[in-house]
């Protein structure tokens, strides 16, 4: 990701997925600012639910398929802060669909602003082993119609 170039998501685009959740005193430093760490915390629940939309639940992959994903790679740039009650929506976008990994640009938003930025690789494991794994073919053209 280029640190120079902000990532645009824009709602209602083809393949994009939204997920919005309130920020609670929980997810705040004593300062009423949402600690840094807890954006992955969101990420990781809006691909979840981008993979909940595709017909695709965790506990199913791994029962199934005998799948893991699991995160390889996260670069992530902070811009503005969220602060206690606010509303955010995370926007999550398939950027490349590989055989055994998804790279994902997540963007956290508060209306208009851009708060934080990820591009984020997970790849698939075997359930038992943890070593990497292809996607069965069925799972893949599942993945593969979601990020159009």
Not at 3 to 16: D, E, F, L, R, V
Not at 65 to 92: E, G, W
Not at 94 to 110: D, E, Y
Request: aromatic share 10%.
């Amino acid at each position: 990701m280029d640190a120079t170039k902000p990532m645009t998501i824009q709602s209602g685009k083809s393949g994009i997925e939204t997920f919005s959740c309130r920020i609670y005193y929980e997810d705040t430093d004593a300062g009423g600012i949402v600690y840094y760490a807890n954006y992955l915390k969101y990420f990781e629940r809006a691909r979840t639910e981008w993979l909940r939309k595709q017909g695709v639940e965790q506990r199913s992959l791994q029962q199934t398929f005998n799948c893991l994903f699991v995160v390889r790679d996260v670069a992530i740039q902070y811009s503005k802060p969220a602060r206690l009650d606010d509303v955010i929506t995370i926007y999550t976008q398939v950027k490349k669909l590989g055989r055994a990994s998804i790279v994902f640009h997540q963007q956290a938003m508060l209306k208009e602003l851009a708060l934080c930025q990820a591009k984020v690789t997970v790849c698939a494991v075997h359930a038992h082993t943890l070593r990497p794994t292809p996607l069965s073919a069925e799972l893949y053209a599942t993945l593969q119609h979601a990020g159009k």
